[in-house]
């Protein structure tokens, strides 16, 4: 009996981060004019910061848990950078920077979601045997 790990495929787990990201952006761009350019700011930082994340787990997802570890590290260090550059370039102040916050770390908590499934679905193994 062995046991082999299942590739899985990273599109869809792309797909589904990528249309978060979207649906973010649309809603941001929807607001009113007045808080729609710290909403953008913070969408796209967010969106940026997904895509470092969900491609740090994609190269170290066959690496054992230090790896996984590594990728999420790789992750977190990366928004944390953009959290702070997007919101020093949007040049949001006051409730203006908490409308950027909230635009930031509810597509973070999206994405963060799609690749905590990802590493999951990554984890799982095929036995040969039956249970």
Do not use: W
């Not at 990273?10 to 808080?35: I, N, Q, Y």
């Not at 997007?86 to 799609?114: D, K, M, P």
């Amino acid at each position: 009996m062995t046991e082999t790990k299942p590739t899985v495929r990273l599109l869809p787990f792309a797909a589904a981060s990528a249309g978060a990201c979207a649906l973010g952006l649309v809603v941001a761009v929807l607001l009113p004019r007045d808080l729609r350019g710290p909403a953008v700011y913070g969408a796209l930082a967010a969106s940026a910061g997904a895509l470092c994340g969900l491609s740090a787990l994609a190269a170290a997802v066959n690496r054992g848990v230090n790896g996984l570890l590594g990728g999420f590290t790789v992750g977190f260090l990366c928004r944390a950078i953009l959290v702070g550059v997007g919101l020093i370039a949007s040049g949001a102040r006051g409730n203006l920077a908490l409308v950027y916050v909230a635009a930031f770390f509810t597509l973070y908590a999206a994405t963060q979601l799609v690749e905590v499934l990802f590493v999951h679905a990554s984890s799982r193994r095929i036995s040969g045997a039956t249970p």
